[in-house]
Structure formats: C-alpha cells, structure tokens
C-alpha cells in the first residue's frame, strides 16, 4: 500500500493506492497469534468482570496441549520416515537370498532343490517322519524319511528328483511331512525357502513387497527365517537346527 500526498489550493489531500502484494491469512491458530488474542482479551475485559484466573490457565493449557500434540505427530512422522529407509536398506540385502516362508509350497528351478523345515517339535513325540513332494495336481513325485536327530526344527532338502531317479520339471511343487504317535500317522507342519528376486520398497501406507522367485510376493514381516544364497542343495540329508520352535 503507498500513501501519496498532493497540495492543490492549499488543501492536502492524502491518496491511497494498492499494490498488488497480498497477504494470506493463517488456516491454524498458532501459539504467537493466541498470545496475541489473549492480551487483546485481557485489555478489553470489563473491569467488573475479570476473566477468570482458572479460565484463563484452562485456554493457555489446551493451547500447550495442541502445540505439544503437533510437535509430536511431526517427530512421530520423521521417526516412520527413518523406519522405512531402515526397512528398506535391510529388504534390499535380502536379494538372491534364501528365506524360510510360512508357506509349503516351494518353487523348483531347472536341476535344482527345494528345501525347507519340518516343526517336530522339541519333544520328539513323531517317528517315521516322512516327506512328500506333490506337484500342483496332488500327484506324488517323491517319498523320502527323515534321518538323524528329529528334535526342534528339522531342515530338509529335496534334490528335484522323481521317484525313478529324473530330474522334475519346474514348477511348483507342494511339501507334506507326517509322522507316527502313538501307532497313528499325523501331519506335521512343513515350511519351505523361497529366493528373493527383487525388492518393491514401500512407504508409510504401503508395506515393503519382496519378489519371489516362482512364488509371487510376500510382505517382508513374514519372512521368518534368513537362510542365505545357498540353501537349496542337492541332497535329502536333514539336520536339526537350534532355531526356535515354529
């Protein structure tokens, strides 16, 4: 706004022009623009009717509550920014690694394994604990025991290999494991590894997606156990690991 001042016949006569610079208003209530509202209030109350001490101290505290809710929403909104940096640095170490799915059914590459865990439990309450490989028809491929100490979480690989000795033809193929209690056969929980191809990073709505070789997509908190990149040998050994019970 400029202020111009013109004489003429001896009168002064003041003229107001307006640029065009504006200001826009505030949408929110700061705690300076509240200050200000309180001093303007306390200046015109009327003099037979103060503003009331408790009143006043209730209107300063609910403006300190709400500054303070929104300085933690704003750290609460950095802190989830950090975390999904962190989770995805840690998602993209997970490329070309084997990883233990929730899930009994594994992907077989050309003359390649599948490998997994059986959960028998630290009691070691099975015997005669058997594998069965099923190809997604529910036809059985093969059949092989279980060796060794079947306490805990017990590793197995299978080598890709039919019942005649031919290698299977990729795909997916589905893990079954049972065994014997008390002169009854009972299925026994089967996981299986899955290779990690790729990552798709995600952000505060969207979870971090980790690409599976053959297998689809799995959200990175499913993952439940980080095997490595060579965890699908040729080999139907088993070994008991000291992980915790699945």
Do not use: C, H
């Not at 016949?9 to 640029?19: H, L, P, V």
């Not at 059986?118 to 005669?128: D, I, R, S």
């Not at 028809?137 to 299978?158: H, S």
């Amino acid at each position: 706004m400029v202020d111009t001042t013109n004489s003429a016949n001896g009168i002064s006569r003041t003229t107001t022009q307006t640029t065009g610079t504006t200001t826009t208003p505030k949408k929110e209530l700061d705690q300076a623009s509240f200050l200000k509202l309180l001093t303007m209030q306390l200046s015109y109350q009327d003099p037979f009717k103060p503003v009331d001490n408790a009143q006043m101290l209730s209107q300063m505290t609910s403006m300190s509550t709400s500054e303070g809710i929104n300085s933690l929403s704003t750290q609460m909104g950095n802190l989830n920014t950090l975390m999904t940096s962190s989770q995805a640095l840690q998602a993209s170490a997970l490329v070309g690694q084997n990883v233990l799915l929730p899930s009994n059914i594994g992907y077989l590459e050309k003359e390649g394994s599948i490998s997994g865990v059986v959960a028998v439990g630290v009691e070691n309450k099975y015997l005669n604990v058997k594998i069965t490989v099923e190809d997604e028809k529910g036809q059985v491929i093969k059949e092989f025991p279980l060796e060794g100490d079947l306490r805990g979480n017990v590793e197995f690989a299978w080598d890709g290999k039919d019942k005649s000795g031919n290698p299977a033809k990729p795909g997916k193929y589905v893990i079954k494991a049972n065994g014997t209690m008390d002169g009854k056969s009972e299925s026994i929980s089967a996981l299986t590894y899955g290779k990690v191809d790729s990552v798709v990073l995600g952000n505060g709505t969207n979870p971090t997606q980790l690409n599976l070789r053959g297998l689809g997509t799995t959200t990175l908190n499913s993952i439940l156990q980080i095997s490595g990149s060579n965890q699908n040998k040729p080999t139907t050994q088993s070994k008991t690991t000291s992980t915790a019970s699945i």
